[in-house]
Structures are given as C-alpha cells and as structure tokens.
C-alpha cells in the first residue's frame, strides 16, 4: 500500500546504505533514470550520472551518514535519458537501526527546475524593470490610502535626500515637510475619492528655497488583498515653467518701454470694465500722447525718438499704484487704468503726470536736452456705457479735446 502510494508520487524517494548504494526507489526515481529495479538497487550514483556529479552526490551523501544530520540542497543534475540538465531540492536524512547507529540514507528530490527558471525569469524582469524605472527622467512612487510610500524610484529617493530604503514603508508626512505632504496629499485623496486617473500641476520648493513646478499623473492601482493604492508618475518642469512665464511676459510687455502693451491692456481693461459694471464699481481710464513728438524723430532721429519714448515711460512708473494697469497702447500713447478711481482722483493723477513730464529733461548722447509735454484725456465709467468701447472711446475723445486746446493739458470727459 505504501509502495503504491510512494510509486504514485512525482517526488523522487530514495534510500541508499552507507557506501551510498541504493537500497530503495520509487517509480519516478527508475522513471528519470530509465532503469527497473534490479539494474538501480546495489548500485551507486556513478552508473548513472557522470563522475564529477557522482563524487557530489557521494560528498553530500557522506556528511548525511557520518554527521548523522540532515541535508538539504540544491542539486543540479544532468539527466542522461532527457539529455537536460534538471535542479532538484534535495532532503537527505540519516536513518538510524534500532541501536542508533546510522545504517543508512533517505532522501528526497523535488524537481524545481521549472520553479527555478521562472524565478530567474522574475529576477530579470525585475532588474530590466529597475533600470527603466531608476534611469526614466521622472519621479515614480506608489502609495497606499494611508499615505504609506509602497515603492519609489532612486530619482524620488534623491529629491528626498534620503535612500529608498529609508521612504518605502513610511508615510509622506515622515518623510516631507508637513505642508508640501499636505499638497501632495490633496491630488493623491482626488485619485482614491473618484478612483480615476488625475493629472495636475504640483508645486514643491528645493533646499534653496526656489518653487519647482511638477506635472503629475497618479493613477488607482488596487492589488488583491492591499490597500487602495495609486502610482505617481512626476516630472520637473520648472525650466519649462520658468521659458512659459517669458513667453507670457513677454507676449504681454510691449519690447521698447517694457510696460504692458496694447493687447494685454486692452484684454485686461475689458475685463475690469465688465466686473465694475458688474459690481457697480468705479472705474477710470486715463490716455496720454506726447505732443509733437514727429518733431522730436524728425529733429534728432527714430533711435533718439525711442529714448525718449523710454524715458517717459519710466517718468509715468511712479505715478501709478500697484492696482492700475499701465500700457504702451501705440507708437506715443500711453493709457492708465484706474481701479476704485473716482474721474475726480483720476484727475489729480493726471494732472501729476502732465507736470511730471513737463518739468522732465531727458539728455543723453547728444547735443542739449529734450523737454517733452503730454495731453492727457481723463473719463470714468459711466452707467450708460454698453460696452468697453465707449468707455475707451471716450477717453480718447478726451485726449483729443486736450489736443485741440493746445496740448499740455488735461480734460475730462
Ligand atoms: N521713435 C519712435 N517714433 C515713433 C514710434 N511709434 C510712432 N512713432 C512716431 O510718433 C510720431 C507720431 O506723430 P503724430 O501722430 O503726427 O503726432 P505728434 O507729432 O505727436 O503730434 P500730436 O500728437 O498731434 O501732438 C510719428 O512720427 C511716428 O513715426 C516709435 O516706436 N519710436
């Protein structure tokens, strides 16, 4: 009964004597061996494998009969009859008579060749894995709904100034200053609360205080049996930050005085122009052109013309607050939005601005000095103005009433 249920096992069961002859096999034993019975028992491993393999074979079977323990080994045996070579965990153990002395060995072989192979394949995967994810340029993290860092790459481990070993397993508020923990934190509750995919911008400051500027995608990941978890996928884009907020600015500053220009003006009154009627807020415009200035381009030059052209825009800087939007709207023509102005206020501003450029000598790499005046349109919002057009529109009006009183004046409309 017990040699049919042996002989119906895959596993190979052996036992040998003390000179390492076997005395016993299953049927898998004479199956791998392509033996019967009466070719095997009596005979050592050197019948059937090849000498070095044998003398390791006898090696191991030896220190199971002389120490009387137990052996457990790896064994990496090259099969005749398959022609392959096959890895066995093997347990050998000392059999003992009933006076305890050692007569003998049992041992049992499992094949793990398939096992082994899939293990070396995991092993490959793993370390093929590794190296994409270590050398990938972004950082790569996973996290559990309890905040508790599950994986991250050497790229995160280096931003954290701390090895892999010292983030994976903790939470981020042990391993993050608490705020940016926190900031993180709110996109990764986004990710478990809708359990959908969320890309967004994250912000995070570097040891030398300056914003560094991430766009992450974090996506659900929930393993069997584990928490909810998400993996993060991060990438530094400051310096990309940095050029978009120059092409902001700079589609936005007019190049000569490097105040606003007309675009981002007229966009940003319009705006302002609506929330005021809105809000039933008041709202002032001011338009200034500096009078005669063909003169001056055709006295001194166009290169000259621009200097001058700068040195009022610097003139007109301090008279405005940090609220009103100050712009170069064309060639020698400047508008002032005034935010909470009353056309009364706007007025004293304008009245300061004329003086203030009346009274300004502008010298430079040439012969004498450039005195230049300004005309100056003032108008408030009004109930009646549908549209930021009129509004506008009638400043200019302003403006050119102020022309056709002689220039170097202000007048409201
Ligand atoms: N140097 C320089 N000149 C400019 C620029 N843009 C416009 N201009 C000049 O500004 C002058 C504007 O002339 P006009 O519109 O006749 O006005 P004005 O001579 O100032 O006379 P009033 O406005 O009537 O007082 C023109 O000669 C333009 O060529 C610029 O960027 N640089």
Known sequence: MLAEVLNNVGTCIFTKDINGCYTYVNQAVLDLLNVNLAEIIGFDDSQFFDLALSQQLKKNDQKVIKEAITVENEETNFIKVLQETRIYK?????????????????GVSTDITAEKKLQQIVKTQKKLLHTILDNVDAYIYMKDNERTFKYVNSKVAELFGTPVENIIGKKDTEVLPLDVAEHFNKSDQQVFDTGE???IEETSEDEHGNVLHYISTKIPYQQQGELPTLIGFSTDV???????????????????TKLYNRRYFIDHAEREFHRAKRHLRILSLIAIDIDHFKDINDSYGHPIGDQVLMSVAQCLLPCVRQEDILARIGGE????LLPETTL?????VAERIRLNQSNLIIKGEWQGEIQVTVSIGVTCIRFEDDNFNDFFTRADKALYQAKNSGRDQVFCW
């Open 238 to 256: 400051s310096e990309l930050y940095v050029l978009k907020e120059e092409f902001k600015k700079q589609a936005n500053t007019d190049s000569l």
């Open 197 to 199: 995919k969320q890309t």
């Open 90 to 106: 093997t347990v050998k153990k000392p059999l003992f008579d009933d006076k305890n002395n050692v007569i003998g060995m049992c």
């Open 333 to 336: 023509e400047f508008s002032i």
């Open 344 to 348: 009364q206020s706007a007025k004293v």
